[in-house]
């Protein structure tokens, strides 16, 4: 999740201004005669009625020289586009609900038989990157277990096999990168009073990639069951927000990804909906709730190695920009 103003949203009033005094310093120099009038390259400087004094009047009011001239021209130096660089350094409290299997057997454990079920902090960061309309992201996370527990009911993973109240170890290393491009292709502004910005709406479409990297082992019993096995695949998004009097922000993206290779396989959808609030300029903080559901496959039949399931929890990160 991300929050800041685009140079065409909440910046509109003082661009205004400065337009308008760029405008009338262009109408002092035309009748002083230091260049061409801005109201037409024929019309001959003695033609031009503004004195200065209407010239000073309208640099102090910025709306009136855009009634002179089309309100969509620009001072030359505020269509430069501003860069922003975000960091939301956080952490995620997901639960695991999945069905795993390593090679060795066609058995299939469930995270509630081995009591990998419980809410676990995990390592969650986002970087953003934005230049216009434009949001280049870069984010992740690890989930990390690392259990001894007695298992809630009978299991059988790999050469594993035990029964409920039977001491079993547990070791799962999840961790997963995504790299997108968001276009913001939508944008209103509601006014507030003294032309400030009351209410921003806006939308995003993304595309990019999703890694999975995945490594479990299970012991219990004298036996041992292992398998790691690393995905990518591209998926596609959409985000979908309201900022309100410019420091609180409320959004919602969902993200969804495949890649169908045979015995090689993976497919995913994800969803997130947070708050984040600015307490001041370049820092904030944000709070939400994320759901990652993913079916991961590799080989078949006694050969596999798959996780089928979801992590879906809180999560909380501070907001730094630059």
Same mark, same amino acid.
């Given at each position: 999740?991300?929050?800041?103003?685009?140079?065409?949203?909440?910046?509109?009033?003082?661009?205004?201004?400065?337009?308008?005094?760029?405008?009338?310093?262009?109408?002092?120099?035309?009748?002083?005669?230091?260049?061409?009038?801005?109201?037409?390259?024929?019309?001959?400087?003695?033609?031009?009625?503004?004195?200065?004094?209407?010239?000073?009047?309208?640099?102090?009011?910025?709306?009136?020289?855009?009634?002179?001239?089309?309100?969509?021209?620009?001072?030359?130096?505020?269509?430069?586009?501003?860069?922003?660089?975000?960091?939301?350094?956080?952490?995620?409290?997901?639960?695991?609900?999945?069905?795993?299997?390593?090679?060795?057997?066609?058995? &299939?454990?469930?995270?509630?038989?081995?009591?990998?079920?419980?809410?676990?902090?995990?390592?969650?960061?986002?970087?953003?990157?934005?230049?216009?309309?434009?949001?280049?992201?870069?984010? *992740?996370?690890?989930?990390?277990?690392?259990?001894?527990?007695?298992?809630?009911?009978?299991?059988?993973?790999?050469?594993?096999?035990?029964?409920?109240?039977?001491?079993?170890?547990?070791?799962?290393?999840?961790?997963?990168?995504? &790299?997108?491009? #968001?276009?913001?292709?939508?944008?209103?502004?509601? #006014? *507030?009073?003294?032309?400030?910005?009351?209410?921003?709406?806006?939308?995003?479409?993304?595309?990019?990639?999703?890694?999975?990297?995945?490594?479990?082992? &299970?012991?219990?019993?004298?036996?041992? #069951?292992?398998?790691?096995?690393?995905?990518?695949?591209?998926?596609?998004?959409?985000?979908?927000?309201?900022?309100?009097?410019?420091?609180?922000?409320?959004?919602?993206? #969902?993200?969804?990804?495949?890649?169908?290779?045979?015995?090689?396989?993976?497919?995913?959808?994800?969803?997130?909906?947070?708050?984040?609030?600015?307490?001041?300029?370049?820092?904030?903080?944000?709070?939400?709730?994320?759901?990652?559901?993913?079916?991961?496959?590799?080989?078949?039949?006694?050969?596999?190695?798959?996780?089928?399931?979801?992590?879906?929890?809180?999560?909380?990160?501070?907001?730094?920009?630059?």
């Amino acid at each position: 999740m991300n929050n800041y103003a685009n140079r065409n949203g909440r910046c509109g009033s003082h661009r205004r201004m400065a337009r308008g005094r760029w405008i009338a310093g262009m109408v002092i120099i035309s009748s002083l005669g230091g260049a061409p009038s801005v109201f037409g390259a024929g019309m001959e400087r003695d033609e031009l009625t503004l004195d200065l004094a209407t010239t000073a009047s309208l640099e102090l009011d910025g709306a009136k020289a855009l009634d002179i001239i089309d309100a969509d021209e620009e001072a030359p130096w505020v269509e430069r586009l501003d860069w922003v660089v975000q960091f939301e350094p956080g952490v995620w409290f997901p639960a695991l609900e999945a069905d795993l299997k390593t090679p060795g057997s066609s058995g &299939v454990a469930r995270s509630q038989a081995l009591d990998i079920d419980e809410p676990e902090a995990a390592p969650y960061g986002e970087i953003h990157i934005r230049t216009g309309d434009w949001r280049v992201t870069l984010a *992740g996370f690890a989930f990390l277990v690392d259990e001894t527990r007695s298992a809630q009911e009978s299991f059988s993973i790999g050469a594993v096999s035990g029964a409920a109240g039977e001491s079993v170890d547990t070791d799962l290393d999840y961790i997963s990168l995504q &790299v997108t491009a #968001a276009y913001q292709f939508y944008e209103r502004d509601f #006014a *507030g009073e003294d032309d400030g910005i009351a209410a921003r709406m806006f939308a995003e479409v993304m595309g990019g990639v999703r890694t999975y990297d995945v490594d479990l082992e &299970v012991s219990s019993g004298g036996a041992t #069951a292992r398998g790691d096995e690393f995905w990518i695949e591209p998926v596609i998004g959409a985000r979908f927000g309201i900022e309100l009097a410019e420091q609180l922000t409320i959004d919602i993206a #969902a993200t969804a990804g495949a890649m169908p290779l045979g015995d090689h396989s993976s497919t995913s959808w994800s969803a997130t909906a947070g708050a984040q609030w600015r307490f001041m300029d370049n820092a904030g903080v944000q709070f939400g709730f994320r759901h990652q559901f993913t079916n991961l496959e590799d080989g078949d039949g006694d050969d596999e190695f798959s996780l089928d399931g979801s992590l879906s929890g809180l999560f909380l990160s501070v907001v730094v920009r630059f």
